[in-house]
């Protein structure tokens, strides 16, 4: 089976383990490889676009629940661009009095608007989205497309580390570690849209 689905990823990864016993464990050496891979990267190369809904005298607005970095925020035909201020200047910019939203800031996850709304806006929100997770009702998601080596190096090191096989451990991190810095060099010369932090885990 293809290394494009996730039944072709669990097929790979008991193939490469060589353990037939291990295949209980491969959804959550999967589902650890990610979330250690989404730690990793900072950008997801996914952006997207979608609308937002003030509401009323409420400084607050929901944000989608995959966002992972704000791009850009618009009131389209009244404000081409609102602009982010950090907490600090919000709170000496703005005190709770309602207008047309001008600015926002981070608090908590949450965006919040100032002035705050004094009707409802539909605002364009283009954010930085992260991949949804791989699962068996969830075959493929873009990151396994681009690159199915991250994720099947990244279960085998899990798997390794389930079977305490240390030899293999190495191994695999290694494998691991080599496609991340592949990713950050593509990265670094504007080749690619992912960014690679630095790992300081030791097989």
């Known amino acids: 089976m293809a290394l494009t689905t996730y039944d072709g990823l669990v097929a790979a990864v008991a193939s490469w383990a060589h353990n037939k016993a291990l295949a209980p464990q491969i ?35 929901t944000l989608p629940a995959d966002l992972l970095q704000v791009r850009a925020v618009s009131i389209p035909g009244i404000a081409p661009s609102i602009d982010y201020v950090t907490p600090a200047q919000y709170a000496a910019h703005y005190d709770g009095s309602l207008g047309q939203p001008r600015e926002y800031t981070m608090v908590d996850g ?39 080596n991250l994720y099947l190096w990244g279960a085998l090191v899990e798997a390794a580390t389930f079977m305490e096989d240390p030899e293999r451990l190495a191994k695999y ?14 990265e670094a010369t504007g080749t690619g849209s992912l960014t690679v932090k630095t790992d300081t885990r030791t097989p």
């Open 27 to 61: 959804p959550d050496c999967i589902a650890l490889a990610e979330a250690r891979i989404k730690a990793l990267l900072q950008a997801r190369g996914q952006e997207e676009s979608t609308t937002l809904a003030t509401v009323k005298a409420a400084k607050g607005v």
């Open 110 to 148: 949450q965006m919040q608007l100032g002035p705050v709304p004094d009707a409802v806006y539909s605002m364009t929100l283009v954010y930085q989205a992260s991949y949804p997770a791989l699962s068996s009702t969830n075959q493929t998601n873009g990151l396994l497309t681009k690159w199915p």
């Open 173 to 186: 991190e290694g494998k691991f570690a080599s496609a991340l810095a592949g990713i950050n060099t593509i």
